[in-house]
Each structure stands twice: as C-alpha cells, then as structure tokens.
C-alpha cells in the first residue's frame, strides 16, 4: 500500500466528453475492419495520445477454436449506371461496401445484382452495415430509397479490395498501480464509421487512460484496443497464463448516445466489479439498468467463457441493438453527444473510485466502542436526539471493520454514502482505530 | 448412457384421457378396500393390462409402528324396514357401508340404529364415505335426506362381512431403463367407488407405464398399485435396501377432476423431480399451484418421513380435501372428464421428459466461444440486430455448460424453453461442443 | 435437562404493570447520573426487593479504550435573580442541571450566562436533558419559555457539585437455571427523572427478576442494572471471559410509552433471540416493527460490538429518540402507563417462553408415520376431509424433528401457533415419540 493510505479521491476533468467527441470525430471517416490499414491508422492515432503498444498477429495463427483470418484492404468500391454516374459510391459512405468483401469487377444486370444488395426498408433513408468476415462474399449496402430509385438493366459493378494473408493488430496501454492485479478496460475498433457502436468506446477508453495514468492508482489499469471478438479471442490465447490476476474489468462500448446508463453484469454476477457499478448506478440519481449476464453483445461475451470466467461486466448507455439507429448510417456524429460521453466518463470514473477504495479493514479497539470523544471525532455534550451522519459512519464503520465487510457492505448496509464512508474510514485510519486487513481480497 | 444419445422426446397419444377414463368406469363399481377381495379383483384387472406384480402379505406382520392388519370381506349389507324392503342398500352403493364394519345382524329401533348411520347434512343428497380399519366398528352411511325420510321404528341390520386374518396385497410393474436409478410413481386403489380419489390415478397410471413400456429410456420407472397409508407403509418396509435409489417420485391421486393442476414438493423442497413439476407447470400456459411440502395428503407422508426423506412430490388436479365431492358419491363418473384425465397425462409425460433430459453437459471448448459458423450452427453473415433463438439457445449452453448447470438450470435462467434447449443441446452435442459432464448428477 | 420434561408454560401477573409503575414513581424523584449518590440509592432500593449484587469500581480503572470517570454528585444548584427568587432550582427538577456540571458559584449577567443554558424552542414548555460525563463543564437546562422570561441583568448561579475520585457502581441479579447457558437482560439506571428512558426498564426488569425467580428454569437469567455505556463497558471487561456463554440477551428501554412494540435485532441477526422476539411480535396480533441492527441506541452497541458479537438485541415500545418527550421533562409519570408497562411485561415473558421451549426434538420413529391412533392421539375414523389441529401440529413435529428442526422451526413452518406446537409436543414427549436431540443448540 501506498504511503498516502488507502484512499483516493478522482474528479472527472470537465471536458472529457468534448475530448472524446473530437476524437470520435476524427476517426470517424476511417473505414475499419477486423484487419486492414483502417483499423491500423486507427491504433495510430490513439498512440499519437497514450503510449499504446501495437501487437501484430499473422493471417493463419490459430486460438483457441479460431484462427486468424486474411487480412482485409480496400481502396475504392462503387456501382456505376449505364452513363457512368456512381449510383453507389464507397468514397461517400464506407458503409455502402459489405465489409470483408472479396474483389470484384464486372457489369451484371440489376436484377442479378440485387441479391447483394442490403436495405433496411423500415428505415429507409439509412445505410445498413453488414458484414461476412468468415465467409467469403460481395456485396453492398445502401437505403432503401435509393434502391428504389434504381432504373433496371445493366450496372458496373467494382470493389477494389484485397484479401490475402496479412496479420491482425490491436492495441494494449498499461498503467501500473501497487498491486499487480489489474482492471481491465476493453473496447472494440472495428467498426467503420458507425459512432456510438464504437467511436465512443474507443474515445471513452483513451480519455480514461490519459486521465488515469496521472494517478497513483492501488490496480493496474490495461486498456485494450481491440476488433471484436477475433480481437478479444486473440488477446486472451496470448495472455491467459496470467488472467486469473484481473480484479475486475469492463467492456466499453455506445457510451456516447443520449440513453441511460445499463450494467451487465459478469457471469458471476457478485464480483467486486458487479457490486461496485451496481452501487454507481443505483446511487446516482439518475434512471438506469441492471442486467444479468448473458452470452450476447460485445466482448464479455469471450471474457464470460467457461473457460475463463473472468469478472468482466459491461457498462454501456443503450445496449447493441437496442437504438434504431444501431448499426446503420444514423449511428452517426449527430448520435452522439459531449454531455452524454461526459456522463459516461463519470460513472466510468465513479466505478473505479469505488474499486479502489472499498477495501477491507479491522477494527483495531474491536471489544466495546472506543471513545471517540477523546479523539476529537464524537461530540462530548450528551442527551441530544439524533447523530449526525459523520458520527453515524464512524460507528457502523467501527462496528462492521471485522475483516469481512468492505467499506461498500458497509455504504450498502447503513444506507450512507460510499464517499462518507469513505471519508470516514480516513479520518478512522488516522487516528489508529483501523487497520487494512490481512489478505481478505486478493491482494489486499 | 445408450447410444441414441441422452435426449429423448415424448409424444402423449391422443387417446389417453379417454382409455383412462374407460378403466376407471370398469372398475368403478368394485368395492375396494386396505384389503379383500375388491383390492385384489382391481390388480387383477390392471395386469391384465400391464405385467403387473401382486404381492401378499400376511395378516399380523409388523410393519415398521404398524401391524398388517385382518383381511376385510363384505358380500352384502342391508338396512330393512319393517316391510322388509332395503331401505339402506349395499347392493346399490358400496359406500352405504362404514368400510372395514364388522358383521352384524340384529334388530334394532331407529333411535339406536342413528349412532351408527353417518350423512352429509350440509350436502343432503350425497353419500359420505367412511371408514374404521384400525378400530373394530361397524356403520352405514347414507344421504341426509334418506334417512330424514326413515320413520321411527324397528330395523333389520344385516353386514354380511367378515374380518379375519388373511393378508394384504399390492401390485408393482417396473421398466428397466439404461440406469439403476429409479422414478416412482405410487397411486392408491383402496377407495371403493370414488373416480377422482382415486380410480384416476390407477387409471392414469396405468396408462403412462404402457406408454412408457415402449419407450428406450435413461431412468428405470417404477409404478406401484397400493392400498393408501398402510400399503405405503408395507412396501417401504420391505424395500428399506435400496430406496436411496429414488431419483424422484410423484403421488398419482386427483387427476380427473376438471380444476387446475396442483403440485406438491417433496419435503427436500429443491429435488430434481420438485424443479421438473414446477418447471412444466409455469410453463405450461394454464393455471395452476405449487405449494411446499405438508404432512398431510396422501402416501408422500410415508415417502417424506423423516426417515426416508425421499424426493417424492404429488402432482394432482384438484388436491384432497378441497372439492366438495371428495369422498363422497358424487365423486362419481360424471366428476371425472376424459380431457382433464388427458392433460393430466400430458402434464406427467412432462414432467418425465424434463427428468429424463435434465443432464448437465460440459462444453468442450470452453475457452471463449467455439466458432459455430463453420460448423453450421450459426449465421456467418454479420451486423444483425437480433440472434435467432436457436443461436441464442447455443450460445447459453455453451457459456453455461460447465458441469454445474444442469440444461434445466439452463432454461430457467435464459428464458428459452426447456424442448428448445434440448434440441440445441442435442445439435451441439453432435458436433462434438458438449459431452456428459461427470458423475454430477446420480448416475448421469 | 430437569424432570419435569422441557415444556415450560409461564402466565405474567395481572399487576405486573401496575407495579412496575409504582416502582418508577418510587424512583422518580431521584436525581441519577452514571456515577454518584443517586445511582445508588437506586440500586439499594431495587435490593430490598430482590437480593441484587451491587459491584464498585473504582475511579480511574481502565476498562478497554475508557477509564472509569470520577464520581458525581450534587446537593443543590439554583440560579437566583437580584430579587433571590431561585429563577432556575434544582430542588424542583434535577433535569435543570447539566448532568455532570463542575462545581460553580458566581454572579454573572445573563448575556453570558445564556451559553450555558439549555432549551427546546419546538418545546417551550419542556426542559431538555443534557450530559457532560467526558468533559467538565457546567450549565443549567429549563424551559423556553422560562428563558424568555428572564429579564437582562445579573444572576446569582450556584451549583453545589462535587467531581472527585470515587466509584462506579451498577447491580446484578442471577438466577441460576438447569443449564450453564445464560439468558441476559441489561437496562441503563443513569438516568435522573426520565420515565420512559429509563425508568420502565429498570422497574420491568425488577418484576421480570422477582417473577423468575420463583421459576424452574432451563436457562441461567442474568439481569443487569448499569449505568449507560460506561456501565455496560465496564461489565463487559469484567467478564470477558465467559461472555460466549450467554444464549441470547436483551436490553431493556423504553417499555412504558404508550406506542407499539419494536425489536432490534442483534448484529448475529438470526440468533435464537432474535427468531424468538419477532416469533413473539409477529404472531401478537398487535402492531410492531422489526429493525436489522444499527451502531445507534442503548448498550446493544457494546454488547454487539464486533470483538463480542454477542447475541443480544432490544426490545422496546417506542424506542430512543423517535418519540417527542425523549430527553426531556415531558418523560414524565403521565408519559408511562401501566397498561403499556403490563403488554410490555407479557411480551418479554412471551420471549422467554419461546427461548426456554425451542428445542431440538427427534421423532423416535422417523420411518414412515407412527400409528397415532392406537395411542389415543389421532382419530381412528377415517375419511374426514379435514384434520383437527392438534393432530395437524403431531404430523408436522413427527415429520421435521429431525434433529435440525427446532419447535420454532415447526411452529414458522407449519404456521401453527408455538404454544400449540408445544403441547404437541409435549404429549408426543409423553409417548415416546420425541426424545431430545444431541447437543445441536448450546448445551441442549
């Protein structure tokens, strides 16, 4: 433990969901995918921010039950009508292009074409995003009016893609804290130009990363910067001697949307992790959703598996697939908000001040209440009707400190706040009457 | 575990309720009682259906706090006037008789013949059904309103019965399946002419171990015939041995009357057979109850004893007790419907496919999730909102196919219905992504 | 366990209201502090009723993190106006001095002397009640309206105290039981003229002592008359050693008011006395509340202090601070009642009951139900829809005295009432059919 006790205090700086709109915003125009130079350029990016390490996995490499497929690039794609005219173009939207699409050049009737063209007819001005990463395939997206407004007969088809054996890359940021066990941040940055689903949880994360590595921080705080699932599969076959040491983790991902706030909880549903957002959620006053696990959405989904079982919950604003907007042309930068990403870096925030600090303490003066009096922390002019709520925290602190309530049992059970508490607990620890207890939480 | 797999599936022929209904109406005009003739007359006419077992027992052999007791016989009983005409006829209905009287054969004054006739008052149409076997007595019953009717005067009593030593019988039919472990299915046929309590559940179970008679199946099933309390007794008394073998049991009484199913647990109150009825009633989409074990009831006072403590529950249509008919004679054939005997052979078969397929299974790839796409399981075409429930059904398995979550479990806590999980399981199991978990669960 | 069998069956005295109310008029007058005189003559008159042990402690002894105060008293204290009418007197209300004031005797203005002054604005007519054990001081305490009355100018202050090395002193009272196993009663005796706090307890707790002790008990009774915190820190260091002997205990406060019952539980939360008193109150077809343990209240926090953890919770009517006469000269003899004072008696004694008769039985027959009948404890005519209670209440304790069932069990269970399920088993005791269990609670 560190010199400076236990205890931490964090404020969010008050322009992390500005930062973290721009940054969205700048990436947004990158046409991303599970390989390729956009998820790439992406990494860079960050890295131009934090000192991200870039990992690069060849095209071939099996994990687990996977292996790493050929690595996607592309440089133009359109649909070209009788005169010319790119009646789909690539270069207006990446979304038009089913992603992971082989190569293709050849002119084909509309009527044969249309089999690989993707609308959404109840949202028909939307683009829909696609994609056929494990099968190989061609196609294009577009809205439904569009489509409509298609004259029949002969169209220039071209995608200018490539699929060949390449690699896989993602990006890692480790900021070391006094116990090697580790909260995990996780977001994917796969996705094209689509902002919520994951601009957000990418901007999130390197916002949160920055902010952190100025701290001095009890965990080890890793931020992955991954493509979805392949990505997360890649990392845990690379990294699973040692996972066994993570706290805690959270996948990030649509933070950015004007919804409220949702937990999912991790499959074990009461880690460290589960009881802290919970408590987050429920305490800040504003409507919110607790979730049991379950084996659909993002990454938890690999982190959740059996086989790892890892405390890693998933802390979004409205869930995938849940906005109309998700995964088409609308989950754009008018989607998503500054004072949204704001509020999401709060109680991102709020959840790692109470991971921090809900440790266990004892009681060191156990048999009978110490005289608090005597210390200056308890009023010596008797008979009054009611304590006031310092004084109410020092006494269930005292009497609950046996090695087997962490001071969010604590918060939980007296129904005063986990930062009283905590407040409480210092001014305890100062004077002597706590001490951290023996080895009762991981490494605590 | 036999070749074909572990899942097993079960189709109730549409002719159940009405063959069941058709028996109880053959043997709805014997006068049973613990013991007789009438008892014997009603295996008798069972194994001429199924290969049943008639076992005796002696007269006098102790049984556990009880003794076998004499054998009781009745040929006639009569009430006459001084005309000589039977105004109380046993010919009519053996209920006019206390079960279990003693012979008599005197004349006696109305006045003094009162103490011993037994009506219904609040029901004055009906016969009440009465009975005296642990204490020698002897009786009639009758509607409030005949003996209204009688006029004062002298009476012919006349019970043509006797008690004397003999021996008491019940019937046992069991289906080997692939395991030792056993289901039991235990139903009284001591009652004279009574549908509901309980000519419906010989009946019913009749027709369930034909059925059940074809079928390959994991458990063995056991389908015992006995004369309530005391043949419960005996046959525990002589089966001690082994009885832990019991994987589960349900009382079979009450199931042809038209109210609701009703299931009671077993005093373990969490038995596999306790989660299975529970389960196939709130999902069975009509009303019904469940309620904690009592002590009250039928033979699961003897199967719960603290002694035995065995998983045997009660599924019935209306319980004991709690419909006015209930041993009276207007539990007659009319009670009974072919459609409620039907549903209720539905509601067992049930819960017999739940027993027979709640296993627990291990995936075997449990280190994140196996790519079911290149195995067919699963769509490989991207991007869309929503799963279908057959990949929803994969993906819950495999993350909760850990040994310690039996499929039920797995239904339960992921909303999907128990067949459909069966059948995902059935589909994973196939492909190699599950195997039988250990010896978790009895002989599974 | 005594011969009499375990069943114990207690009925309080109609008077026990009436003269535990005589009792607190005794002592009213009497100016009480935690130390000193009037602390004394208090116990010395609870002596001459029963054979009380007063124990002295002296002045400066260490008693875990406190040390025994010096000891107070007074003789007189007033302040007068330049007329020398005592315009606050202390002959008339010891409430008027700050508990605890330092001895002081000097003429001062009333611009200064109001700092030391006391008063309730939301009450004008009551004098509060204030203490200064830990921190010498002096101040008087009287109405607000009497202060608004006082006119500028000088007054004449005396308080005729004395603060010197001294003692402690507090009393107990043990009646010895077949069992080493103590049962513990505790009430504060520190208070000057407070009915409710506390004199009804102390004048309960004499009744409940003086009715007891005419008693053949299974348990030890121990009752303690302390002054607050101090006293019970005190008691607590002298017999740390044996403490874990004590099977349930119960602070004793405010059980004179007029309002409805509450019981606090215990820190343990699920002790024997804790599933007893909410037995009691729930099943008293009157209002009540029951509340988790809290650090707040009476000497439950140094009972329940985490290094002694000891099973003891708080029975009170209105407890401390909720009603509006709290601490102030309202808690008055027309604040307590007799009646009140006499449910009070009846429920503590109801609680006893349950403590001394919830035990564990086993069924002596536990395989299959005993033959009830020819034992003369079950109708041996059958067919009857339902079952009368006490025979309902013999099945229920046949099948759950299993060892690990108590009565209490049984009586939750079943939803019989505990003095029904008592009996029963009390009669099937009589037969043979329950024996005591093993040591499966304390020495039972």
Known sequence: MSEQGPFIDLTAPQDAGQAAY???AELYPICRSITGAGILATLQTLKSRIPLTIYEVPSGTPVFDWTIPKEWNIRDAYVKDKSGKRVIDFQKSNLHVLNYSTPVRMVMPLSQLRERLYTLPDYPDWIPYRTSYYKENWGFCLSHTELAALPEGDYEVCIDSSLEPGKLVYGEYVIP????HEILFSTHVCHPSLCNDNLSGAAL????AKFL???KLHYTYRFLFVPGTIGAITWLAKNEAWVDKIHGGLVVACVGDPGHMHYKKSRRGNAPVDRAAEYVLKNNGKPYEIEEFSPFGYDERQYNSPGFNLPVGSLTRTPHGRFPQYHTSADNLDFI???ALQNSFEMFLEVIQVLENDQHFVNTNPK????LGRRGLYSLFGGHRSTPAMEQAFLWILNFADGDHSLLDIAERSGLHFSLIRSAASALHKVGLLKKAGATSDDF
Chains 1, 2, 3 share one sequence.
């Open 22 to 24: 721009n940054l969205a």
């Open 177 to 180: 804290g006094a116990s090697s």
């Open 205 to 208: 994360c390197l916002g949160l």
């Open 213 to 215: 590595s100025g701290q």
């Open 337 to 339: 908000r500054p004072e």
């Open 368 to 371: 009978c209440e110490p005289q």
